[in-house]
């Protein structure tokens, strides 16, 4: 079972930075894509960002250059910097672990393909 746990959201304003975490447990950690997606008000869940088993990354356009995703995998640990927020990009923010050992694709924006999921954690921007 993993169970992952992010932190790090909050409420900044426009212009500013944050950084998230998303916390995993258990084994094969580094084997593993993770991924990013957020969820604002009244909308769906989208993909924001994803880093590979090999390292490679990959963002929607939306964030590219604004954002950067990363792993530790000696923590068990992977991050989303965040910069030059804007009020758009308010939302919750959930991590998740992608189904596929060792993918070697570097495409991992399809939802339905992570099987572990965090619980969300909070980004408001203000203008």
């Known amino acids: 079972q993993v169970q992952l746990v992010e932190s790090g959201g909050g409420l900044v304003q426009a212009g500013g930075s944050l950084r998230l975490s998303c916390a995993a447990s258990g084994r094969a950690f580094s084997n593993y894509a993770m991924g990013w997606f957020r969820q604002a008000p009244g909308k769906e869940r989208e993909y924001v960002a994803a880093v590979g088993w090999t390292y490679n990354t990959d963002y929607t356009d939306s964030v590219k250059g604004r954002f950067t995703i990363s792993r530790d995998n000696a923590k068990n640990t992977a991050y989303l910097q965040m910069n030059s927020l804007k009020p758009e990009d308010t939302a919750v923010y959930y991590c998740?672990?992608?189904?596929?050992?060792?993918?070697?694709?570097?495409?991992?924006?399809?939802?339905?393909?992570?099987?572990?999921w965090g619980q969300g954690t909070q980004v408001t921007v203000s203008s």
């Open positions: 998740a672990r992608h189904s596929s050992y060792r993918r070697s694709s570097s495409y991992f924006r399809y939802e339905s393909d992570y099987d572990y």
